[in-house]
């Protein structure tokens, strides 16, 4: 599966839009860009995934741009709840590989009121 | 619904003891992972399952021994436990049925302590 980087930290205003970036600039043609978050000593949680069209649900929206080297998860409206790490994971979406997840170091968002 | 749970949530051993980490789940998921994570790190896939009676290595496998006798369980044993083992454990399962999003839903954690 892809590497990916992002940022190791970054803090957001409350109320505000959070736009947290990530690189993958050897992702392959079938491979999906997952998001999950893991607030503070619980287990992961999943948020959205995409292949080339950008991607909305009643979490966050996903933005991955034409070339498929980057992505953007974007929380519209941050609340202290969105506190957590994220992280953007590139996994190849065939079941026979089992749907293993490689975490990366993640980006540690702070929201702020 | 439980979804994923975990037995026991926290655990101290000595050195050299063995124990056995439980995971469950009523989702019918096919897949099942066990994962490790240590203060500050991301995620480290231990094993995975991908139907009951199989197994297979993931990226840290070694001290580690798991098996998946019933597909709503799957069982993680430290058959000899190091100081390098004390970490926080997470089980996870995902569908393979088609239409669903592939994700992994993960339990609350198994945090040990080996002295």
């Known amino acids: 599966d892809a590497k990916t980087t992002q940022p190791p930290s970054m803090d957001c205003a409350e109320g505000r839009a959070a736009n947290l970036p990530c690189n993958h600039s050897t992702i392959s043609g079938n491979e999906y860009v997952y998001w999950y978050r893991q607030i503070h000593s619980q287990g992961p949680q999943y948020i959205i995934h995409g292949l080339k069209n950008n991607e909305t649900n009643e979490m966050a929206s996903l933005i991955i741009t034409e070339d498929r080297k980057s992505s ?12 957590a790490v994220y992280y953007c994971i590139v996994r190849v979406a065939h079941k026979a590989a089992g749907n293993k997840l490689t975490f990366g170091g993640g980006t540690r968002v702070l929201v702020k009121p | 619904n439980a979804g994923v749970t975990q037995t026991p949530k926290f655990r101290v051993l000595k050195t050299g003891q063995s124990m056995t980490l439980l995971c469950a789940q009523d989702m019918n998921h096919e897949y099942m992972y066990w994962y490790r994570q240590d203060p500050g790190m991301g995620l480290r896939l231990i094993h995975y399952s991908v139907g009951e009676g199989t197994t297979a290595k993931g990226e840290v496998p070694d001290g580690y021994n798991v098996s998946r006798l019933k597909k709503q369980n799957f069982l993680l044993g430290l058959e000899s436990a190091a100081p390098s083992q004390t970490s926080v454990y997470f089980c996870a399962s995902s569908s393979t049925r088609t239409g669903t999003k592939d994700e992994q839903y993960f339990g609350p954690g198994t945090r040990l302590t080996v002295t």
């Open chain 1, 72 to 83: 953007t998860l974007i929380l519209p409206h941050a609340t202290l709840r969105d506190t």
